[in-house]
């Protein structure tokens, strides 16, 4: 059964930095896409990055280009999400999950984490 664990949340103020990590367990599968999604409060769940596993290409919405940095680390069984420039808007519970099939919609995703809180004070 797969199992993927967040950590790393917590509190900021305004132009700091986290990483966040993933533990990943219990693969059934390969999977093609591993991504960090986020939900504000009052807001739906969003991708926020996304890695294709095969060849380690990455994607980010807009409004975390440049701030936010997603990694994998294969061996350790790790995904990563470092986080600078941390603004307010930031603030929301992160999720990582696991696609085996597609990668850029959140609905391609059939694993996902508990969630880790993140949250940036001004």
């Known amino acids: 059964q797969v199992q993927l664990v967040e950590s790393g949340g917590g509190t900021v103020q305004t132009g700091g930095s986290l990483r966040l990590s993933c533990a990943a367990s219990g693969w059934t599968y390969n999977p093609k896409c591993m991504g960090w999604f986020r939900q504000g409060r009052g807001t739906g769940r969003g991708m926020v990055a996304r890695?294709?596993?095969?060849?380690?290409?990455?994607f980010y919405v807009d409004s975390v280009k440049g701030r936010f940095t997603i990694s994998q680390d294969n061996a350790k069984n790790m995904l990563y999400l470092q986080m600078d420039s941390l603004k307010p808007e930031d603030t929301a519970m992160y999720y990582c999950?696991?696609?085996?099939?597609?990668?850029?919609?959140?609905?391609?995703?059939?694993?996902w984490g508990q969630g880790t809180q993140v949250t940036v004070s001004s």
């Open positions: 890695i294709y596993m095969p060849s380690g290409s990455t």
């Open positions: 999950a696991a696609s085996s099939t597609g990668c850029n919609s959140g609905l391609q995703y059939q694993n």
